[in-house]
């Protein structure tokens, strides 16, 4: 809810469409992460290492909301903004409808 924030005020001073494409690359880090981190849960989980296992558990789950967040200041709102830039002023409401 907080990341959608950022985009109300940075929206109008940066292009959705640079945000969007340089975010997605943020987005894939902390998936790409968020996967290396479960793999090092499951071998820590496997060689008996409860600790350093919960560590890496707590890390993933870190990055998957990483990811969301990312996701919810710029890709979540594409859908709102799109179809009010697209159509002009007399159809903007039976558009948006």
């Not at 469409?17 to 790409?32: E, K, P, V």
Request: charged letters at 10%; a neutral charge.
């Amino acid at each position: 809810m907080f990341s959608t924030l950022i985009c109300v005020f940075t929206l109008d001073r940066i292009s959705h469409l640079w945000t969007c494409y340089w975010r997605s690359a943020d987005q894939g880090i902390a998936m790409a992460l968020a996967g290396v981190f479960s793999y090092f849960c499951q071998q820590a989980t496997a060689n008996g290492d409860a600790a350093k296992a919960s560590q890496y558990g707590i890390a993933a789950v870190s990055t998957v909301f990483i990811f969301i967040s990312i996701f919810g200041a710029t890709w979540l709102t594409v859908p709102w903004l799109y179809t009010a830039e697209i159509f002009s002023l007399d159809v903007r409401a039976k558009g948006n409808a």
